[in-house]
């Protein structure tokens, strides 16, 4: 069980329904609970509302909180980055649009590559951080 449900079930039944002492909500980085974090994501999500946002698009807020040491490395490659739980990841590089376009153009995609279905660029599928 999450501890989102636990919480939920707390706040709205008066008990968490199982023994909360083995919870650690340390484990959680202080950076994504933050008031800023949570106002920020909150807005966020309340903007896509009346907007018209794909699915899979990145925020754009709250961006680069927690790189890998090989970040600095990637941006030179040209990676174009989302953000997940306050990491910064790759989802593909620049260099190689013009190569996933040409495998869309030639037929499908090959198991475990990460070319997209659409116009056949990548960079379709994603926001980038500004």
């Known amino acids: 069980m999450a501890v989102g449900q636990i919480m939920a079930d707390w706040i709205t039944a008066g008990e968490p329904g ?3 002492h083995g ?9 994504v609970i933050s008031k800023q974090w949570a106002r920020e994501q ?10 018209i946002v794909h699915p899979k698009a990145t925020t754009l807020r709250m961006r680069g909180l927690r790189t890998s040491p090989f970040h600095e490395r990637q941006q030179s ?5 989302e953000s997940a739980n306050g990491w910064e990841r790759p989802l593909w590089y620049e260099t190689n649009a013009s190569s996933a376009t040409l ?12 070319g997209r279905r659409g116009t056949g660029a990548p960079s379709s599928h994603s926001r980038r951080a500004e």
């Open 103 to 114: 495998r869309w153009e030639t037929g499908p995609c090959p198991r475990g590559t990460t």
């Open 18 to 20: 199982i023994d909360t």
């Open 23 to 31: 919870l650690d909500l340390a484990r959680f980085d202080p950076a």
């Open 77 to 81: 490659m040209g990676a174009v980055f």
């Open 42 to 51: 909150g807005e966020e999500s309340y903007d896509e509302v009346y907007d």
